[in-house]
């Protein structure tokens, strides 16, 4: 080897050494909030995984380390009939709410991206629904979905239409829950989606607008995939929440009639705190976990993360 | 430093027979031997309480204990307790006994067995009466040996109320006696000036339950021993369906989503004339304030079916937690809290009719109280007191697993009203549900 070659070379394992230490120094830094971050999230997620082996249940809590049947609870999920329905009312709700968020939000996001001192106030007023918090937003619609003293009834009533109470109407109470749940959200991808639009550099627009691009066009292939990494963000931000979904269900319908909107999280608070089975409830927890992340993984890699701009 | 260890050691030796000495009865004291120590209590969100927070202050003013009180909605209070009980922790020194969880949570060791305090002269007088609570209530505090875990505060009796009792009269008839009569009525006054001819919450666990047996059915083989479940049997469909049938067809729209206090609003507003439910929610419509048909309300016992009558009898008591730590302070304040005294006070003072003990049942101010456009109510209250104490069929609620019996009748009732099933497959459906919970938690079933 020559001089020349030796000197690069410890050079090289120089810089080489120099880039460990460096690794190591931000190993160093990052530890304790990843000591943290596993002491608050992991440790209880391992635990609702223990537990999940066990036949828990708060009035024998000899059944605490119970490990004797340890797939038991997995077992049972495939055999309660009622959970396999909280899982399709769950995507129902999911499906429906994330894609109505998402549609108005865009449209909205798209109709308020004007400087206008009029539509930034109205922007304002958009995002109420947004910031209140849960349980007043369930009584607002549980007051609207009322009849003895909603206002919609008294509309209705007052036009000669007979519209039933919509929260204990088998074909209504979902679609109820939807749109509740729709107006509380929807200023979510909004603020998104304004944000990014924001973002988007003038003179892609400007460039499409002098190859005689129509406002449609425009939208179409310049706007759409500059935003839909953003998109994606909310929609995934939306689905994991709209699998969270409580407040509403709780208040406006109890899972009813029947189990009609009865959400698997719902199921799971049920199984919990009604009736003290937190074994079986850890295991449908453990499954939500397991089909949000798949869930969420997938539309990762079905979408993409859209056009990044540096 | 020797100095200061003989001094402990002579402190402590002269110390304890003193200490032993001054440690009389603590009723008889006369002192205020817990000065100083706070408690912390809990119930649901309650009149009882409402009213007797106002009586804080005399309490500690005898005792010296603070009181901090709080009270939560119905399943709120309820999931939070059963949480903070199984813990055994000590956040709780005093707090509501549950009805419904009242076997479990007795059952599972959770509260303070009260004899030790009500047996014991030093810490209650024998004026206090324990054996002054009525048996019925009482019967869902004890164990299976007879030991008293809890004191009832409020004994639930169900009777029928008609808020525009004037619509039924204008139509020729009186309260309904039997289940036909009930029919009959709602199809004689059902919206006569805009009022539904009846109306309900959605606890239908509670509510039908009656209808249930009074049609021949059962909610259990022979609770508490046999718990087998006996929701799918002819008579439990028929009245199942005839129930959803009395809610969907004579009650206001949305009724299925009615809340206690919202069922208790449709009657007191006028909206709606019939209800089934305990006297703590029937006899506002007479007394409230708010009240539009305090007037025109009437009172009636539960309607009988073919098997007979079986009004709905509950109670909830005040108890001690395990996990307490300060169990004599809390026994202070719960001897206070149902003294013949106290009790009476709030009998006399706001009109509170739900009481368990026979002395204040049946003083002449209870009478008096209970007396509602000439009507005796307090009669009504002790009938079903005693009929729910006499046969024990109440028997079914208070197993541990009610709960999540009740959770697939409630389900049940709201699917057969809404027509999602027929009555013989949602009971069907129930009992299935009903036997996998009870092998879920550990029961025997003999299908």
Same mark, same amino acid.
């Given at each position: ?9 410890? !050079? ?59 797939? !038991?609870?997995?077992?049972?999920? @495939? ?8 899982? @399709? ?13 998402l549609l108005i939000?865009l449209g909205l996001a798209l109709l308020l991206n004007v400087k206008s001192?009029?539509l ?62 729709? @107006? ?9 989606v304004l944000?990014a639009l924001q973002m988007l550099p003038q003179e892609l627009l400007d460039a499409a607008k002098v190859d005689g691009a129509s406002p449609w066009q425009v939208t179409r292939h310049v706007t759409l995939p500059f935003i839909q990494?953003v998109l ?29 909107? !009865? ?33 969420? @993984? ?8 859209g056009v990044?701009v540096? | ?24 009865? $603590? ?41 901090? &009180?709080?009270? +939560?909605?119905?399943? $709120? ?16 020194? $005093? ?8 076997? #479990? ?11 030790? &305090? ?32 809890? &004191? ?43 009022? *539904? ?20 059915? *059962? ?47 449709? +009657? ?6 019939? #209800? ?6 029937? $006899? ?14 009437? &009172? ?43 009790? *009476? ?29 000439? +009507? ?38 709201? #699917? ?13 459906? *129930? ?7 009870? +092998? ?8």
């Open positions: 080897m020559s001089a020349t070659g030796v000197a690069r070379s410890h !050079e090289q394992a120089g810089k080489t050494k120099a880039h460990s230490a460096q690794h190591r120094f931000f190993i160093l830094c990052v530890a304790p909030s990843l000591a943290v971050l596993a002491i608050i999230t992991l440790l209880p997620s391992l635990y609702l995984l223990v537990t999940s082996f066990t036949p828990l249940s708060l009035t024998r809590p000899e059944t605490l380390w119970d490990f004797s049947q340890p797939f !038991e609870n997995y077992h049972q999920l @495939w055999a309660d009939e009622r959970l396999h329905n909280s899982v @399709w009312v769950q995507i129902k709700l999911s499906f429906w709410t994330v894609l109505l968020q939000g001192r009029l930034e106030a109205l922007r304002t007023v958009f995002l109420i629904p947004m910031v209140l918090p849960p349980i007043v937003v369930a009584i607002i619609w549980k007051v609207i979905y009322t009849p003895d003293i909603s206002p919609m009834h008294g509309v209705f009533k007052a036009l000669g239409w007979n519209v039933p109470a919509l929260i204990t109407d088998p074909q209504w109470a979902l679609t109820a829950i939807i749109i509740a749940d729709t @107006w509380e959200w929807f200023p979510f991808t909004m603020l998104m944000a990494g994606l963000v909310a929609g995934l931000f939306r689905l994991i929440d709209s699998i969270k979904a409580f407040p509403l269900i709780y208040i406006l319908t109890d899972g009813g009639p029947g189990s009609l909107t !009865e959400v698997t999280n719902y199921y799971s608070f049920l199984q919990a705190f009604n009736f003290s089975y937190l074994g079986f409830s850890s295991a449908i927890t453990v499954a939500l976990l397991a089909a949000t992340l798949v869930l969420s @993984w997938l539309i990762v890699r079905v979408v993409g993360w990044r540096d | 430093m020797s100095t200061l260890r003989r001094r402990t050691i002579l402190g402590s030796a002269l110390g304890a027979p003193i200490a032993a000495l001054a440690a009389p009865a $603590v009723h008889a004291q006369g002192g205020k031997p817990y000065a100083g120590t706070t408690i912390n209590g809990s119930c649901f969100q309650t009149t009882y309480f409402e009213y007797l927070k106002a009586y804080f202050p005399q309490f500690e003013e005898k005792t010296g204990i603070k009181v901090n &009180f709080n009270m +939560q909605a119905f399943p $709120v209070y309820n999931q939070r307790t059963d949480l903070e009980l199984s813990t055994r922790g000590s956040a709780i020194d $005093v707090c509501n006994v549950t009805f419904i969880y009242s076997g #479990r949570w007795i059952g599972a060791g959770w509260f303070t067995n009260l004899d030790t &305090f009500t047996k014991d002269s030093k810490y209650t007088p024998a004026d206090w009466a324990p054996e002054d609570f009525a048996g019925g209530p009482q019967s869902a505090m004890k164990n299976a040996k007879g030991e008293t875990f809890g &004191f009832s505060w409020e004994g639930g009796a169900m009777i029928t109320s008609a808020a525009r009792y004037d619509l039924i009269e204008k139509a020729g008839l009186g309260m309904p006696k039997t289940f036909d009569e009930l029919i009959k009525v709602c199809d004689a006054v059902h919206n006569k000036e805009n009022v *539904a001819a009846f109306t309900a919450d959605k606890l239908h666990h509670w509510n039908w339950i009656p209808y249930l047996m009074g049609s021949g059915g *059962a909610v259990f083989k022979a609770p508490p021993e046999n718990l087998t479940p006996t929701l799918n049997t002819p008579q439990a469909a028929t009245s199942a369906e005839w129930y959803a049938n009395l809610l969907m067809k004579y009650g206001p729209d949305g009724l299925l989503s009615y809340s206690d206090d919202q069922a208790m609003r449709s +009657q007191m507003s006028g909206r709606a004339n019939m #209800r089934t439910q305990a006297i703590t929610w029937s $006899v506002p419509l007479a007394k409230h304030a708010e009240s539009t048909v305090q007037k025109t309300v009437r &009172f009636g016992l539960m309607p009988a079916g073919p098997a007979g009558n079986f009004p709905g009898s509950n109670s909830h008591g005040l108890g001690i937690p395990a996990g307490s730590k300060k169990k004599e302070a809390a026994w202070e304040f719960i001897k206070w809290a149902l003294s013949k005294e106290t009790i *009476a006070m709030v009998v006399k003072e706001h009109g509170y009719p739900s009481v368990c003990r026979l002395s204040v049942i049946k003083s002449p101010e209870f009478k008096q109280v209970l007396t509602l456009n000439g +009507q005796d109510v307090a009669a009504l209250y002790l009938e079903v007191l005693e009929l729910g104490g006499k046969t024990g069929y109440m028997k079914y609620r208070t197993v541990p697993v009610y709960p999540q019996v009740g959770d697939k009748i409630n389900k049940a009732i709201e #699917r057969i009203a809404t027509k999602q099933q027929g009555a013989a497959d949602a009971m069907k459906q *129930a009992q299935a549900e009903a036997v996998q919970d009870l +092998q879920k938690a550990g029961f025997k079933v003999d299908l």
